[in-house]
C-alpha cells in the first residue's frame, strides 16, 4: 500500500504572492513542509501539484532541484490535478496538504493515517467540525475515492472542493474526522497574509532545533507563554474564497 502526501501549492496567491516560496528561518514555506512531513512513519512519497499557469514553473524548478516530484495540472479542477498526481506515483492513499502550512505536524497524520489503513476508510479530515489550529489541516482519501469524485461529478464547486462532494453523499463513503480534546481553532498557523508570515517565521525562530521539528504541543505552549504572538493574526479574514464559492452555491 503506496502512502503518498500530496501537497498542492501556486505563487498566485492575491494575499502575499510567491509564498510557497518565501524563506522561513533560512528554507523556503516548502522545504518545511516536506522536511516536516518526512518524519512521517506512514507517509511513502511525496509530489507537490502545482498549476500549469506560467508563474509555477518557479515551483517545478524548486522541485527539480531538490530532487522533489511534481507534477502541473488544472488551475481549478483541484480532483483532477491530484488524481493525475497520485496516478504518477502509483499511490493507493493521498494525504492532501497545503503550500501555506509550513507547520504541518507529521504525529497528527499518523494518527489519522493508523486509523485509516486498519479501518479501510475512504476519506478522513481533521477540519470537521475545527478542533485544531489552521494551519495543521490535512484530508486522506483513498484513490478510489478520487476515482469515484473523478468519475461522477463535473460540478466545478466539487471538483474545486472534493471534501464537499464527500459530506454531500456521505452515506456513500467509510469516513473518519480527527478531534482534538481541547479547541484550539482559534489559533491561525496558516500563511495567507504577511502578519500570518511574522507569526510562523517567530514560531520557528524560537523553537527551531537542529536535526528536530517542533509539534503542536511546542506551538501551543510557546502561544500561551507569549500570548502577544497570537494577537499577530488573529482578526485577520479566512477562507475567503470558499466561504464566497459556498454561499453562491446556496443562493
Known amino acids: 500500500m503506496n502512502v503518498v502526501a500530496i501537497i498542492q501549492a501556486r505563487m498566485g496567491s492575491t494575499r502575499l504572492p510567491e509564498k510557497a516560496l518565501k524563506k522561513i528561518h533560512g528554507k523556503t514555506i516548502l522545504w518545511h ?6 518524519h512521517s512513519k506512514f507517509i511513502d ?15 517545478e524548478d524548486f522541485a527539480k532541484k531538490n530532487f522533489i516530484k511534481v507534477y502541473r495540472g488544472s488551475v481549478d479542477d483541484i480532483v483532477d490535478r491530484f488524481y493525475n498526481a497520485a496516478k504518477k506515483v502509483d499511490a493507493d ?11 504541518v505536524d507529521p504525529e ?22 475545527p478542533s485544531y489550529p489552521a494551519g495543521l489541516n490535512f484530508e486522506i482519501y483513498s484513490i478510489k475515492t ?12 466539487f471538483r474545486e472542493y472534493p471534501f464537499e462532494y464527500v459530506y454531500a453523499f456521505e452515506k456513500s463513503f467509510k469516513t ?40 503542536l504541543d511546542d506551538i501551543v505552549n510557546l502561544i500561551n507563554k507569549n500570548p502577544e504572538l497570537q494577537s499577530l493574526n488573529i482578526d485577520l479574514k479566512r477562507n475567503i474564497e470558499y466561504e464566497r464559492d459556498k454561499k453562491k452555491r446556496q443562493t
Open 45 to 59: 512519497d511525496v509530489i507537490i501539484a502545482c498549476t500549469i499557469n506560467n508563474e509555477d514553473k518557479a515551483i
Open 93 to 103: 492513499i493521498i494525504i492532501r496538504l497545503w503550500g501555506d502550512c509550513p507547520l
Open 108 to 129: 497528527l497524520i499518523d494518527k489519522a493515517l493508523k486509523v485509516f489503513i486498519e479501518k479501510g476508510l475512504d476519506y478522513s479530515n481533521n477540519f470537521n467540525p
Open 33 to 38: 513542509i516536506i522536511n516536516r512531513i518526512n
Open 146 to 157: 478520487l476515482e469515484t469524485i473523478l468519475i461522477n461529478t463535473k460540478d466545478p464547486f
Open 176 to 215: 473518519y474526522y480527527a478531534k482534538n480534546k481541547k479547541n484550539l481553532s482559534s489559533i491561525n498557523l496558516t500563511v495567507d497574509y504577511q502578519q500570518d508570515f511574522e507569526l510562523i517565521s517567530k514560531i520557528f525562530e524560537k523553537l527551531s532545533k537542529k536535526d528536530e521539528i517542533f509539534y
